[in-house]
């Protein structure tokens, strides 16, 4: 799992091409399915449909977050599928781009087929989440 905090004390974060997210909702009811994968938060209900969420902490082989302190980024996956949601922290932010970054030299095991790119970016190092290997995922 990535670690909550970088060697040398270095923050971490994780991003997502803002073009890609439809909206920042809150999980009005979230349903669990029977059998599905640990990251698979469950479905919920957003402009009149049905949309799996993952928990995208769980996904990333992190701690999963808690849904009572989360929102749902519904996010329009690659390839004109379905929308699919993100369960995410409530603080999430966003940053305007482009953002001044360099390319990190980091690894975090696990996770190079997770993200697309890793960045360092002012005190952070931010993980671009891969929205086709995570909405291609079992269960996704």
Excluded: C, Y
């Excluded at 974060?13 to 809150?26: F, H």
């Amino acid at each position: 799992p990535m670690p909550a905090r970088m060697p040398g004390d270095r923050e971490w974060a994780v991003g997502l091409p803002a073009a890609t997210v439809a909206e920042l909702v809150e999980p009005e009811r979230l349903v669990a399915v029977p059998g599905a994968p640990p990251h698979v938060a469950g479905v919920t209900a957003w402009r009149d449909r049905v949309v799996g969420v993952v928990d995208l902490a769980a996904w990333l082989g992190l701690t999963p977050t808690a849904p009572d302190r989360a929102l749902v980024a519904v996010v329009a996956p690659p390839g004109g599928r379905e929308p699919v949601g993100l369960l995410v922290p409530r603080g999430v932010r966003v940053l305007k781009l482009p953002l001044p970054n360099v390319a990190s030299q980091r690894t975090f095991p696990g996770l190079a087929d997770r993200v697309v790119a890793l960045v360092e970016a002012g005190d952070q190092t931010i993980a671009l989440v891969d929205l086709a290997e995570l909405t291609a995922a079992p269960g996704a």
